[in-house]
């Protein structure tokens, strides 16, 4: 039998910290297996079941309710670096009316990570809209907790030896042994974005004044709001859908984050590479979106070792292009395990658009000047929902590039729509620091 190393936080505590995250009346056990060998022994708080998944970690400080809700953190055991988690607790999500609801305040419906696995978790909570403490939140969705486990030494096997299968065992089964390395179910190998798109289509903003056609890889709800609230009306399609068929009744073309490996996404990247090559109006991709741009326009995709997940990557800009300044590093949010491969020559018609300041991987892509079309890739999420707004702008610049395109085409000015209104004074202060 393969040695397995077994990881106790609370035994290794000195006595007087043990009482630093106190137990519930009821404590069930739980432990995290690696399939490379170690066992981290901790104590559930969320749902009574087993889990499979990615173990991967985000050194997010807040946002914990967006991240749990993020699909593309699907199929993964969520390890949050931060060592107090739930002291917010979660808010009342539920739209007042069920009409499209993509969820009020987070970032969909429900939980999308499989498992989640934390330090302390905070079991009482202080938000004036918190109605659920996140051990709550988690039995009702029925997703399992660790917590009461060293997430810095997780953390750090995760990172020298990559993101790597898991099983999060609740209850009896964590009292028994390990799963044999043979039975870890591997999500990366399914296409997951089938798993995670809406199946039909639907409008929101029925009155916007620039018509948008989104892909949905498995959007975050930010985006959505962040084109809505620059007075877009918003068609979301569900991922393989051929927009092609309706191109020319759009102003531009949206492609969302999503889950699991953009490779399996293969009718949405042969339906992208014709889009591309076929129409000229604006199309921005985020994340999933900008990996299938990415591959669409001839660049390779790779798995990274642990990817990008927090919100506080730097990125640094390579290009002007809207309120983008070359040379300037910007802050993002990520969430991500595959990037572009860097390639040189660039494809005929692109360029690099932004680059990560710790480990060079591809940012960004954007068409060139001369290549005559309007395309925009980024691999962080300027939509943040949770991080920061350093890039937000970059709504802004598509929408409005989408409203300059169909005046030209329809022969009136572009106006520039009443579209930050609700976005107030963080658009503004976002504009202020980037001059
Ligand atoms: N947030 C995303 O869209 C992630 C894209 C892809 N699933 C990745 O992990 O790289």
Redesign the pocket.
Known sequence: MAFRMIFNLRAQLPKYARGLATPSAKTVPAVLHLKTGQSFQGRSFGAERSVWGETVFSTSITSYTESMTDP?YRHQILVFTTPLIGNYGVPNNDAPTDDYDVGVYLESKGIQCAGVVVADVAERYSHYQAVESIGEWCKRSGIPGISDVDTRAITTLLRDQGTTLGRLAIGHEALGPAPAPADYWDPSLDNLVAEASTTEPYTLNPSGDVNIAVLDFGAKANILRSLIRRGARVTVYPWDFDFNSVRDEYDGLFLT????D?KHAKAAIANVRTTLAEWGRPVFGI??GH?IIGLAAGLDAYRMMF?NRGHNQPVLALADSGSIRAGRVYVTSQ????ALTLSDPFPEGWEPFFINCNDSSVEGIKSTEGSGKKVWGVQFHPESAGGPLDTIEMFTDFIQTCRDDKALREGTTGGVGDTLADVGFLAALTTMLHE
């Open positions: 593309s984050n999503g889950p699991g953009p994340c999933m990996q990817g969430n991500h395990q595959y």
